[in-house]
Antibody, heavy 123, light 107 residues
Framework: QVQLQESGPGLVKPSETLSLTCTVS????????WSWIRQSPGKGLEWIGH???????NYNPSLKSRVTISVDMSNNQVSLKLSSVAAADTAVYYC?????????????????WGQGTTVIVSS | EIVLTQSPGTLSLSPGERATLSCRAS???????LAWYQQKPGQAPRLLIY???RRATGIPDRFSGSGSGTDFTLTISRLEPEDFAVYYC????????FGGGTKVEIK
């Protein structure tokens, strides 16, 4: 079955850019949306943004100025960049596959998740 | 922006009991855009319900979703030991949102 694996530095300095990659295995990026979600310690889930396989993106308004999500079809990867990080960006970052049928305005949910990767922002 | 408010924050119940979790939206939400997730400590969330009432693949039938408009409910008919976890509702939209979560704990 499809598996997702997040990877990237576990420690990022304040003001720098956080860069993570989600590698999709046993499946294709095509026809799905790919989302990034984070969870600060002891807190709830926060949607960061998502990308359709065609490259169309949608970002959380509260993070939009700092976020870039991109897709690499040839390597079956989805990437997240979050600039100017601060301590408040310390969190577990998840990627997830999402399926939305725009023709019918029907959302099938985030059905496959990566295990998550912990990112700590500290000098 | 539509805000999802989940209640109660914590639900203390015994195995075998019925759990009723609420998700209230600040504006009307199409039921086709509402999902529920379960998260256990140290694990990624798991999709339980999509389109307000459709069980995801492999989800036991003791989990059910209902509701429309601004009020949605996740019901666990008889709690099993593995059901004690945190549950989140989620709405798909231009700005996708999660509720704050309800923790179901053992009484």
């Amino acid at each position: 079955q499809v598996q997702l694996q997040e990877s990237g530095p576990g420690l990022v300095k304040p003001s720098e850019t956080l860069s993570l990659t989600c590698t999709v295995s046993n499946g294709s990026i095509s026809s799905y949306y790919w989302s990034w979600i984070r969870q600060s310690p002891g807190k709830g889930l926060e949607w960061i943004g998502h990308i359709y396989y065609t490259g169309s993106t949608n970002y959380n308004p509260s993070l939009k100025s700092r976020v870039t999500i991109s897709v690499d079809m040839s390597n079956n990867q989805v990437s997240l960049k979050l600039s100017s990080v601060a301590a408040a960006d310390t969190a577990v970052y998840y990627c997830a596959r999402m399926w939305y049928a725009s023709n019918w305005d029907y959302y099938y949910g985030m059905d496959v998740w990566g295990q998550g990767t912990t990112v700590i922002v500290s000098s | 922006e539509i805000v999802l408010t989940q209640s109660p924050g914590t639900l203390s119940l015994s195995p075998g009991e019925r759990a009723t979790l609420s998700c209230r939206a600040s504006q009307s939400v199409s039921s086709s855009l509402l999902a529920w997730y379960q998260q256990k400590p140290g694990q990624a969330p798991r999709l339980l319900i999509y389109a307000a009432s459709r069980r995801a693949t492999g989800i036991p039938d003791r989990f059910s979703g209902s509701g429309s408009g601004t009020d949605f409910t996740l019901t666990i008919s008889r709690l099993e030991p593995e059901d004690f976890a945190v549950y989140y509702c989620q709405r798909y939209g231009n700005s996708l949102t999660f509720g704050g979560g309800t923790k179901v704990e053992i009484k």
